[in-house]
Every structure is written in structure tokens, then in C-alpha cells.
């Protein structure tokens, strides 16, 4: 998600901030902005730049504009967001990041009371229980919905007077404010910054709520039970290296991350190898604690969007046979290294073992800078059902000859709070949500908790 107020080239800024959020979603992609007098919006499936050229943008006149680039989630372009509803009353737009986890229920329940839904996404429910809540300032409005939600959101709402954000009460996914000439703007990661010469001001709290009109920013607050629980993913997997979250650099947290797992294990190698884009920074760090040199053992086919994102198994796993190939010249005769940041079904390792030592490695050991999955998410990210996690239901040496490698190590779930580096002062393990390594979830789960992403 990005959003921007008070800027004159409103759009242009939301093209270039989304461009820059692209890894985190590619199935769809929707920009809508106000020129303070009405909201106009375009949304389709695809990347940004299948969705958008220059006459596209410049149909989009604003001051002011939010935008989201969707991963995995329902089909279907009703649910590409941000969602728009025109109304005589005031129009708005909203997108929303994460996964309410009592949305089945809240929608219902409004179903019982006569509303009728448009999309299958959480993110209308939003919108219903806005639109009907009795209040009459809109901010009143958004936080007696946001009281009624549960679950993972930051969340962004346009009207043609103003931008709201906010973040759920235990912050689980990363949201911030930047500042670029008189405009803020706000972003899912602070790499969108970089891009369009905008400021990083501050990350948005735990139950914060923050308007921005043409007075300013007004900074306050839905709830007070707020806690750290940032998504421990965001840092090993999702986030891009460039970005910061709770002022830690992505690319330095993941080298760490490596750095841990070289003292941990305990295999001997000649090479070290990441897997091209999300493990090379660990894949560095292991080697230069381990000492051993690190090689580009694979290479990576950037014409190929995120394997894991493709929406079935099959797809998934042409996906990456058609994205990496290995470097024959470096691994043959050879023993590897092959560092991967997380093992969720076991398709990528079991794949590139195979490639690595059809291309002539003699060993290849397998070491992956997270945990065990054991838990499926329920706050937005696709670390798939309880079924298709492989360390939910096999044991280390089942995994490890499954994947057909010579070794398997994972690191410590304490080595991963110790790499990332986060204050003990953030709260329960350091303020980050660890509940697909652990079964510890920071907010309550029902039965009919949605997973949100289709199989
Ligand atoms: P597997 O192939 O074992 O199912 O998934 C692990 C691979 O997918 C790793 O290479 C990792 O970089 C990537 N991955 C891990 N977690 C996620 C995730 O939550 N979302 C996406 N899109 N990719 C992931
Ligand atoms: Fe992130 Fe895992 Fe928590 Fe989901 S369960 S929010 S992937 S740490
Ligand atoms: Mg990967």
C-alpha cells in the first residue's frame, strides 16, 4: 500500500511508490485519487505497468491518492483494492494490508441486517461498518469500525477531504509515514521512499490512527491495548533489503539472520549459495562467518514474477523451473552450501537440490535462516494450510530426504530473535509475532478464521 496527500502530481507519486512495493503483490493493482472534489479510480489484474501506461495516469487528476498491489488472495477484479463507493453523503476508498480474522462473522452479521456484498474481500466489510456506523466526523466513523475488527491491518481510506491510516493494535504489519516537499505520504515499506525523494518520517504505532488534511497530520489514537507483534516473516522473507522496519535494515537483519545459522550448524562445505532474490543477503553472511567462500551457484531469470505467489501447486512448480537455473562451472565436483530463507512446502528446496547436483555438486546442504514452519499464518501472509506445511507433518530427517538433500538445518527460534536484533524492550519476543514457527498467536483465532488466500 501507498498513499500520499497534498501533493499536486498525486498520481504519478502513487504509480512510482506502488512500482516500488511491486514484490509485495502482483496478481492485481488499483490507484484511486481526488482532486478534492471527487474520487475517480482504476484498478486491474496484473503488474503495475500491465495495468498502467501514461494516458491511464493521466485520466487521474489529484492532490491526493492511495494505492494497493494485491498478493494471492480471492479472484476476481471486484476484489483488486482499493474498493470505491460513491455515495451522495461522501465518497470513499480503501485499501487495507494483513487479514481481518473476524471477518466471516462481522459479514454475517451485516448480511443478517440487510447489507449486501460486492466482493469477497475483508476489506468491505470495512467499508459496510464505516459507512453505517452512526458517527458523524469521519475519523469517529472509521475508529468505531476499526473497534469492531480483529486481526492484521494497516489500513488507508481516501475521502475527496482527507487520508486516514491506521495500524491494528498489535502492528503486525510494517506501516510508515514520509514526507516529500509540503505532501505526506505513507507506504508499507520505506523503500518506496527512496524512489520519489520523500522523507522517512516514522513508523505508524500499534493503534494509531493519523488523518492528514489539508490542515496537516492529526495524530491519534482507536485503541489503547496496543502491543508489538510485527510479522517476523516481513523480516526474513517479504520485505525488500532496502527497507527499514522498527529501524532495523532488512538486508542487514537477514545477513544476521545467515550469521546466526553459520554458528549453529554444523556442515562442512566448499561453496556457499543463496537462492536468488530473498536468501542472498543470508546466504553472504553465513559465508563470512562460516568462511567459506561465498558463489552465484544459481542465477535468477528476472522475467519470471514470485514463484510462491503463483495461486496452485502445479503453477508454482514451473515457476521455478523457468526461474533458476544453476552455474554449472561453480558447483561442480563441489560441496554446497545452499542457503534459503524459509521452507514453507518444500518445492523450491527440492527443486534446486536437484538442480544443483544434476549440474554436478557432490553434496548439497541444505540451511535455511528461519525456523521450522509448523503453523499456518492468519494475518495475510501465504504460509499455506496446516496440510501443506512440510515440518507440520514430517520430521527433520523425513524433510531433509524428502528434499533429497545431505544435510538440513534450521535455525533457532531464539538465534532468530538474537539476528534480528530487536529491543527486549518491544515486548514479548521482542515485539514480533513468531506464530508460524511457534502456534503462539497474538490475537485470538475462531473457528471460522478465514485463511485468506485461494488454493
Ligand atoms: P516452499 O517452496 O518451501 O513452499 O517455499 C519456500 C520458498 O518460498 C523460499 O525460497 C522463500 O523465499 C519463498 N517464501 C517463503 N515464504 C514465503 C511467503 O510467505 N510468501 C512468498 N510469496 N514466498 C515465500
Ligand atoms: Fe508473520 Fe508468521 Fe505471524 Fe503470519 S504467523 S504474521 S507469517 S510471523
Ligand atoms: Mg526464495
Request: glycine share 24%.
Given at each position: 500500500m501507498f498513499g500520499i496527500w497534498g501533493h499536486p502530481d498525486a498520481t504519478r507519486m502513487t504509480y512510482y511508490g506502488l512500482h516500488s512495493l511491486q514484490h509485495r503483490g502482483q496478481e492485481g493493482v488499483g490507484i484511486v485519487t481526488t482532486d478534492g472534489e471527487r474520487l475517480q479510480g482504476i484498478k486491474g489484474e496484473g503488474l503495475l505497468n500491465e495495468v498502467f501506461d501514461e494516458k491511464k495516469l493521466d485520466s487521474l487528476k489529484g492532490i491526493g491518492a492511495i494505492g494497493h498491489v494485491r498478493y494471492g488472495g480471492k479472484k476476481g477484479i471486484e476484489n483488486i483494492q482499493p474498493l470505491l463507493f460513491h455515495s451522495s453523503s461522501g465518497s470513499l476508498a480503501l485499501a487495507q494490508n494483513g487479514n481481518l480474522i473476524n471477518a466471516n462473522d462481522l459479514k454475517h452479521q451485516l448480511e443478517m441486517q440487510g447489507s449486501i456484498f460486492q466482493t469477497n474481500t475483508d476489506t468491505e466489510v470495512l467499508a459496510h461498518l464505516i459507512k453505517r456506523s452512526g458517527y458523524l466526523a469521519q475519523e469517529d466513523k472509521v475508529k468505531n469500525a476499526l473497534s469492531m475488527v480483529k486481526g492484521a491491518y494497516s489500513f488507508m481510506m481516501l475521502t475527496e477531504k482527507e487520508l486516514i491510516i491506521a495500524q491494528d493494535p498489535n502492528g503486525l504489519r510494517p506501516l510508515s509515514i514520509g514526507k516529500v516537499g509540503d505532501a505526506y505520504c505513507v507506504a508499507a515499506e520505506t523503500c518506496a521512499y527512496d524512489l520519489i525523494g520523500a522523507e522517512y518520517i516514522r513508523d505508524v504505532e500499534p493503534g494509531e490512527l493519523i488523518i492528514i488534511d489539508r490542515d496537516g497530520i492529526h495524530e491519534e489514537r482507536f485503541s489503547l491495548s496496543a502491543t508489538h507483534a510485527m510479522c517476523t516473516m516481513e523480516y526474513v522473507y517479504f520485505s525488500r533489503p532496502d527497507s527499514d522496519i522498527g529501524g532495523i535494515n532488512i538486508h542487514t537483519a537477514r545477513k544476521n539472520l545467515g550469521k546466526q545459522l553459520a554458528l549453529e550448524v554444523n556442515v562442512q562445505g566448499d561453496v556457499v549459495t543463496g537462492v536468488p532474490d530473498s536468501s542472498i543477503s543470508a546466504a553472504i553472511g553465513f559465508a563470512e562467518t562460516a568462511g567459506i567462500p561465498y558463489e552465484l551457484g544459481l542465477i535468477k531469470n528476472r522475467y519470471v514474477g514470485r514463484t510462491f505467489i503463483k495461486p496452485t501447486q502445479e503453477l508454482r512448480e514451473q515457476g521455478v523451473k523457468m526461474k533458476l537455473s544453476p552455474v554449472r562451472k561453480v558447483v561442480e565436483g563441489k560441496r554446497v552450501i545452499m542457503v534459503d530463507d524459509s521452507i514453507v512446502r518444500g518445492t523450491t528446496s527440492k527443486r534446486i537440490v536437484r538442480m544443483l547436483k544434476q549440474a554436478g555438486a557432490k553434496e548439497v546442504h541444505v540451511c535455511i535462516s528461519s525456523p521450522p514452519m509448523t503453523n499456518p499464518c492468519f494475518y495475510g501472509i501465504d504460509v499455506s494450510t496446516h496440510e501443506e506445511l512440510i515440518a507440520a507433518n514430517h520430521s527433520m530427517e523425513e524433510i531433509r530426504e524428502i528434499i533429497e538433500a545431505d544435510s538440513l538445518t534450521f535455525l533457532s527460534v531464539e538465534g532468530m530473535l538474537k539476528a534480528i536484533g530487536r529491543s527486549e524492550n518491544m515486548g514479548k519476543n521482542c515485539g514480533q509475532c513468531m506464530a508460524c514457527f511457534t502456534?503462539?498467536?497474538?490475537t485470538e483465532i475462531y473457528p471460522d478464521t478465514p485463511l485468506p488466500y485461494e488454493k
Open positions: 502456534g503462539e498467536y497474538p
